[in-house]
């Protein structure tokens, strides 16, 4: 079992930089990928970034590579998303997901994801 808690979102101005924090529990969270989805109103929930938690691994998707950067602190058992150059378009409900894997492989599909977050807004205005 795997809690996640999401903090770090609100209100930014196009061209303004954000932090989201996902602060995870539970145990075996090494062999957990940890992924960052949002959702924007009347859209489907779409896939942002991916790290795994043992060797920091990192997948993005391409309407944020550049502008975001995914870690990963163990000693906080903490997951970030850094996002820099905010556009409007980024304005969604950010969450924060787990799977757990034998692997590390990119996994952009929500439904194969166990354990969600609450979410946190962005709003990105122009």
């Known amino acids: 079992q795997v809690q996640l808690v999401e903090s770090g979102g609100g209100l930014a101005q196009a061209g303004d930089s954000l932090r989201l924090s996902c602060a995870a529990s539970g145990r075996f969270l090494s062999r957990y990928n940890m992924a960052w989805f949002r959702q924007a109103p009347g859209k489907e929930r779409e896939f942002v970034s991916q790290?795994?938690?043992?060797?920091?691994?990192?997948y993005y998707a391409d309407s944020v590579k550049g502008r975001f950067t995914v870690s990963r602190d163990n000693t906080l058992n903490t997951v970030y998303l850094q996002m820099n150059s905010l556009k409007p378009e980024d304005t969604a409900v950010y969450y924060c997901?787990?799977?757990?894997?034998?692997?590390?492989?990119?996994?952009?599909?929500?439904?194969?994801?166990?354990?969600w977050g609450q979410g946190t807004q962005v709003t990105v205005s122009h």
């Open positions: 790290i795994a938690w043992s060797d920091g691994r990192t």
């Open positions: 997901a787990a799977r757990r894997d034998s692997m590390i492989v990119l996994a952009p599909t929500p439904g194969t994801y166990n354990y």
